[in-house]
């Protein structure tokens, strides 16, 4: 008799030790990518690129070039730091390392 072998793929072993950290990490970055993309967008490209363009539309007798170079570049900021910590909360309870206890306290 032949002896007959199986095609199988090779076992991939044990998952790697830190491989949940890599994951965290990963979206970790994907979230600070995305976040100051945003950033880059609304103070550069619209502040600086585009303010002429935007100058020509007027809100509440102010120019939009002015206002995004001026006060929504910080309304975006302020909001973008607040997104950056509930997606790191949820993040951090979704891997298990959170620093709060199970009431929402801070340890």
Known sequence: MTETTRESSPDPGP???NGWRQEYWKKNLR???VLL???FFVSFV???LLIEQLNSV???GFP???WFAQQGSIYTFIILILV???RMDRLDDEFGVAERDGEGNRL
């Open 15 to 17: 998952p790697p030790i």
């Open 31 to 33: 979230l600070m990518v």
């Open 37 to 39: 993309s945003i950033w």
């Open 46 to 48: 619209c502040g600086i």
């Open 58 to 60: 007027v809100v509440l």
């Open 64 to 66: 939009l070039g002015l």
């Open 84 to 86: 950056y910590t509930l």
